[in-house]
T-cell receptor, first 112, second 114 residues
Framework: EPEVTQTPSHQVTQMGQEVILRCVPI?????FYWYRQILGQKVEFLVS????????KSEIFDDQFSVERPDGSNFTLKIRSTKLEDSAMYFC??????????FGPGTRLLVL | QQQVKQSPQSLIVQKGGISIINCAYE??????FPWYQQFPGKGPALLIA?????SEKKEGRFTISFNKSAKQFSLHIMDSQPGDSATYFC?????????????FGTGTRLKVLA
């Protein structure tokens, strides 16, 4: 069964450093999402992406965040200058149509 | 208006029992309501979903009941098993430029005792 994959599974970085989180959505899916989950809290929407552009973004998704689909298979989330409060589990999701979303296993980001 | 309220926060059920988790929403524009199951260290996995034009949907031991007038929906797990022990999230969403931003509930940690 096809799955969303994410790399790395864990990332530790120093505050102020740039990180790139990578996702390979399920093949033929057209809708892509990033969510995050701070430890012990609910999953929060960051951004949705369709037709090579951002469709919607949350207030969390400020100028420090960007997304890109550099080729036909990868979908990346870049945080330009990480802050302590960016420490969270980041989930990528993809969907064949808008409402159904399949989540990847996540990248645990720790900012020191 | 964007919130989805989920209860209880935690739930302990005996093996074979029925687990019931409730969610409530306010935004009447929401038109798709999925439930996700999450095991520790894993991503949320889609369990079952419903649209507001039906009042109930059943898939195996999992049933969603939907009350549009009350703006509430619930997940029922029949014959609960220890393997069902996980965190369950409800969500609600509506379309925006073709995509669907999920608003998740706060989660319910379910423990099924053997």
């Amino acid at each position: 069964e096809p799955e969303v994959t994410q790399t790395p599974s864990h990332q530790v970085t120093q505050m102020g450093q740039e990180v790139i989180l990578r996702c390979v959505p399920i093949s033929n899916h057209l809708y892509f999402y990033w969510y995050r989950q701070i430890l012990g809290q609910k999953v929060e929407f960051l951004v949705s992406f369709y037709n090579n552009e951002i469709s919607e973004k949350s207030e969390i998704f400020d100028d420090q965040f960007s997304v890109e689909r550099p080729d036909g298979s990868n979908f990346t989330l870049k945080i330009r200058s990480t802050k302590l409060e960016d420490s969270a589990m980041y989930f990528c999701a993809s969907g064949p149509e808008g409402e159904t979303q399949y989540f990847g296993p996540g990248t645990r980001l720790l900012v020191l | 208006q964007q919130q989805v309220k989920q209860s209880p926060q935690s739930l302990i059920v005996q093996k074979g029992g029925i687990s019931i988790i409730n969610c409530a929403y306010e935004n009447t524009a929401f038109d798709y309501f999925p439930w996700y199951q999450q095991f520790p260290g894993k991503g949320p996995a889609l369990l079952i979903a419903i649209r507001p034009d039906v009042s109930e949907k059943k898939e195996g031991r999992f049933t969603i009941s939907f009350n549009k007038s009350a703006k509430q929906f619930s997940l029922h797990i029949m014959d609960s098993q220890p393997g069902d022990s996980a965190t369950y999230f409800c969500a609600a969403t509506r379309p925006h430029s073709g995509t669907y931003k999920y608003i998740f509930g706060t989660g319910t940690r379910l423990k099924v005792l053997a």
